[in-house]
């Protein structure tokens, strides 16, 4: 009878061995999708990047901004000038700016409570975290 339960508990943990397989595989493809809508989107966000900065070297700068007939120059309006909140943004580099997001959704990751039993939370929790922090210094480096 011992040689059956052996054979039953062997049998669970297999099909869950193959369930967490399955589960990784699907995270795997949802990675990937992620990644590569965050590559298109950085090529968007650079794309807009050098239009405004087309846009700023053709013209004086936005009128009506102010609502006192008082034209808001470009410098105003860049990162450094008195206005600069409009367009903050636009001082980051693109890949800076999604490696700064990509350290704030691995910082909000917490290890499912339903795994500790299988794996450390501690540890998994320890790694998660320093994935963050390294996205953090890669966009402090301007990388992604």
Request: charged share 35%; net charge negative; aromatic share 6%.
């Amino acid at each position: 009878m011992g040689s059956c339960m052996k054979d039953d508990a062997y049998e669970l943990l297999a099909q869950r061995y193959a369930e967490l397989e399955q589960e990784k595989a699907e995270l795997a493809e949802l990675l990937d999708r992620a990644e590569t809508e965050r590559d298109a989107l950085a090529v968007q966000v650079e794309a807009m990047r050098n239009d405004l900065n087309e846009l700023a070297n053709s013209s004086d700068g936005v009128a009506g901004l102010h609502l006192n007939g008082d034209v808001a120059t470009w410098d105003e309006l860049f990162p450094g000038g008195r206005n600069e909140e409009w367009l903050m943004s636009f001082g980051d580099e693109p890949t800076a700016c999604l490696a700064r997001r990509d350290a704030e959704v691995i910082g909000s990751l917490h290890f499912p409570t339903m795994l500790r039993r299988m794996w450390s939370g501690g540890d998994v929790q320890r790694w998660l975290d320093e994935q963050a922090e390294e996205k953090l210094r890669q966009a402090e480096r301007g990388e992604s």
